[in-house]
């Protein structure tokens, strides 16, 4: 969660509108009587590769809070560039954003390990 976000999508998407809100109010755990969980909401609009107009919406959902959410994407972050995911370690010193070194290909079931739910809405 983090306004960082919103370059790193117009860099990869080459989208023209892109917009992040910050919202407080009831969560996915405390409408269902748990405790509050940290839910990223996320709406793309677009052209599909297909040539279709689509619009998705991705949810995020940390049962465990944003604490909870944030320490697992650092936890990630951190196995990637020492190496300890079974894939070679970041040799180079530098700057990394982490959409550039963390598998996307995996990243659904990764975060399903820690609990933290990924719904995906076709609206």
Do not use: W
């Not at 023209?16 to 609009?45: M, P, T, V, W």
């Not at 994407?73 to 560039?81: D, N, S, T």
Request: some cysteine; hydrophobic content about 40%; aromatic content about 6%.
């Amino acid at each position: 969660m983090s306004t960082l976000d919103v370059p790193s999508i117009a860099a990869f998407t080459d989208a023209r509108n892109i917009r992040f809100d910050f919202i407080i109010g009831e969560s996915i755990g405390s409408s269902k009587g748990l405790a509050a969980s940290h839910d990223l909401y996320i709406e793309i609009e677009g052209i599909s590769s297909s040539g279709e107009p689509k619009k998705v919406r991705t949810i995020v959902s940390g049962p465990k809070g944003n604490s909870h959410l944030t320490a697992v994407g650092v936890y990630l972050i951190a196995e990637r560039i020492l190496g300890l995911n079974g894939q070679t370690a970041q040799k180079k010193g530098g700057l990394y954003l982490p959409e550039t070194i963390v598998c996307s290909d995996n990243i659904i079931s990764r975060l399903a390990e820690f609990g933290i739910k990924t719904i995906e809405e076709y609206v």
